[in-house]
């Protein structure tokens, strides 16, 4: 993850019977099925029922099991894999020794995970300073970022990070040439820096170029690269600083594509906006959008996970629904044609986490 927040608390995972699936385009063993094969349809990875959380990258899986070990397999040219190495795996590797992982966010080559006692790692890709160690050097494994023991979620744009801390301050580094970093400015920085001063963030997702946030009142901000209406304001302007979008007190949870949003409130509406040439606002054509507009009239919503042109939601009864580009078959529906509608993955009503992009992994109860 998506990271939205792809990012997903230990606490709220399952405590047994999680089985992992993946599914769409396999370039690099990208599925972890031990090939390259691309599959339309969800395929399990090994027999193992012990799988908390996932994250998609750029042709590669990151993965914490319910034990908090961390896990990876894919494409590893710039390290993502955190395994020490530039070697392609196909089957799932464990990173070190740890058993402390909480959370992790992944888009593009980058790799950001939080330990339980709140410290911060990065590695993978480095030219923008996203891995936040000051400076713009690669790393292959993992490498704490700072000191502090005080982070709390992380999400990832690819060339920039985002992270809230226990006090609830929001934080960001890496790529700002669009203001995505909500500094003010469009200066790159290679360390954590504070937007504003506030105290009061609660969920964060990068896109490409862009932020999105929620605040603990409910409310939703964006800032950053605008070409195509993805942060809701009604206009195509880049704004470097925090943006409200609308006057909303009820949004939930929020999911960030190429240059799109997906986003929840509270009484499970889901909504959408932004870049919509492959259908995956989930509004029945391919018609872009700048404001949020309600993706049907269901209020069973209730997990967003996106990362590219297409998405995976869950709702309340535990069904697994996609939409979007479907290029590689990541949709899992058994084909490659894209739909601009949400259309429902197989029959099973037990999903629990899942991660999108050129390929979906998901975890099944």
């Known amino acids: 993850m998506q990271q939205v927040n792809s990012a997903i608390a230990a606490s709220t995972w399952p405590v047994a019977g999680s ?11 990208a599925l972890g099925l031990g090939n390259t094969t691309a599959y339309s349809s969800p395929k399990q990875v090994g027999s193992l029922a012990n799988w908390g959380n996932v994250a998609c990258g750029n042709d590669f899986t990151i993965a914490i099991k319910l034990d908090k070990t961390l896990w990876s397999w894919g494409n590893n040219s710039e390290g993502s894999l955190g395994l020490g190495n530039t070697t392609y795996y196909s089957s799932p590797k464990q990173v070190g020794s740890s058993t402390t992982w909480a959370s992790i966010a992944t888009r593009g080559y980058s790799v950001i995970a939080l330990q339980d ?10 030219t923008d300073g996203q891995l936040g160690l000051g400076n713009t050097t ?7 970022v700072g000191a502090l023991t005080a982070w709390s979620k992380i999400a990832s744009g690819g060339p920039h990070t985002l992270a809230i801390k226990t006090d609830g301050t929001l934080w960001s580094w890496g790529r700002n040439g669009s203001g995505q970093l909500g ?16 105290t009061n963030w609660s969920k964060i997702a990068g896109g490409s170029n862009f932020t999105v946030a929620v605040k603990t009142d409910g409310t939703l901000w964006t800032f950053g690269m605008n070409s195509s209406g993805q942060l809701g304001l009604g206009n195509l302007t880049y704004y470097s600083s925090p943006k409200q979008v609308g006057a909303l007190t009820y949004w939930l949870n ?4 190429q240059t799109c949003v997906w986003a929840l409130k509270t009484d499970g509406t889901l909504w959408s906006w932004g870049n ?3 259908g995956q606002l989930g509004l029945g054509d391919t018609t872009s959008r700048s404001s949020p507009v309600q993706v ?10 996106g990362s590219g042109n297409n998405i995976a939601s869950i709702k309340t009864d535990g069904a697994l629904w996609t939409w979007g580009n479907n290029s590689g ?6 084909n490659t044609t894209n739909y601009s509608s949400p259309k429902q993955v197989g029959a099973l009503t037990a999903w629990l986490n899942a991660d999108t992009g050129g390929f979906t992994i998901a975890i099944l109860s």
């Open 19 to 29: 089985k992992l699936y993946a599914w769409g385009s396999s370039s690099g063993g």
């Open 117 to 126: 006692n709140g410290t911060l790692y990065a590695w993978g890709r480095n």
């Open 138 to 144: 690669g790393r292959s494994s993992p490498v704490q």
């Open 183 to 198: 500094l003010g400015n469009v200066t790159y920085y290679s360390s954590p820096k504070q937007v504003g001063a506030l």
């Open 254 to 257: 929020i999911a960030a594509g």
């Open 276 to 278: 919509n040439a492959s």
């Open 296 to 305: 049907g009239a269901l209020t069973t919503w209730s997990k967003i996970f």
């Open 329 to 334: 078959g990541q949709l899992g529906l058994g």
